[in-house]
């Protein structure tokens, strides 16, 4: 039976990465909120269920894309537990801008010549990894695996947004490690990128070994500091903003105003 260390999702290491009083709240003390809104993430797992749909299909027709995006956006709406929409017209817009993006996706399918008879959607690959002296689970999930006529394996991750901060060649790199293992063959897998409807891209790249040895490298001294509980806050104004655990950070939470619950009128 195999055993391991610990198990990190590419999220994980990230977020240790940028704060390991975030990552302690989020994954040791589980503090996030139970119910979070899903506002900011719905044309993204909508686009991702669109997807994964027409390659569970296995036929070659881009234009089903835009066919469904509707009902599927409608249904990943009624499947979020809170949705708040901005203004009256936030929904509309959201919908909007997913048809968008869905029309640019059915583009970069057909100028890429991508075979979706030869594309696993999904694929969760987790694997144990030895990363110097720890063994570690590093989990990961690609969006799409594709094998061509020789047997080399590409993943795409999809990303629908329009900001480009949330790309990093670490997951490339992340992912091409885990998918490697899977498939016992680091030689595998020959390329890793990215499709991106909200800037009409589909960029791949080679990753290199030395990129490889290097995040391993990173990941053993996250996985030790990890396990030495080393969870020191690195506040930062703008990230801290967007935190889901800041109300319980010993630096950002003592600036949150308590009381006894009751309110005073006049």
């Not at 998918?179 to 960029?203: A, R």
């Amino acid at each position: 039976m195999s055993t391991y260390d610990t198990y990190l999702s590419y999220t994980g290491f990230k977020t240790y990465c940028e704060c390991p009083q975030q990552y302690y709240q989020s994954y040791i003390e589980k503090k996030r909120p139970k119910i979070e809104d899903q506002r900011n993430v719905l044309n993204g797992n909508t686009l991702h269920g669109l997807l994964e749909q027409y390659i569970l299909i296995g036929e070659n027709n881009p234009k089903w894309l835009g066919e469904n995006i509707r009902r599927v956006w409608k249904e990943t709406l009624d499947s979020c537990a809170l949705v708040t929409f901005r203004h009256n017209d936030d929904a509309q817009g959201l919908l909007d801008k997913a048809i968008k993006w869905t029309s640019t996706l059915e583009s970069l399918l057909v100028e890429h010549k991508l075979d979706i008879s030869k594309c696993e959607p999904e694929l969760k690959a987790d694997t144990i990894v030895q990363a110097g002296k720890h063994k570690v689970k590093m989990g990961a999930r690609l969006d799409i695996v594709y094998k061509n006529r020789y047997n080399d394996y590409m993943f795409l991750d999809l990303k629908a947004s329009e900001n480009r901060q949330i790309m990093a060649f670490d997951q490339i790199v992340w992912y091409a490690i885990v998918l490697g293992e899977y498939l016992g063959d680091k030689t595998q897998p020959k390329y890793g990128g990215y499709i991106l409807p909200g800037f009409n891209e589909l960029p791949v790249y080679s990753i290199p070994d030395e990129a490889k040895e290097k995040l391993l490298a990173r990941l053993e001294e996250v996985v030790t500091r990890i396990k030495a509980e080393v969870w020191t806050p690195r506040p930062d104004d703008k990230k801290c903003y967007w935190c889901p655990v800041k109300h319980v950070c010993p630096v950002k939470g003592a600036l949150i105003p308590h009381g006894n619950g009751l309110i005073y009128l006049g």
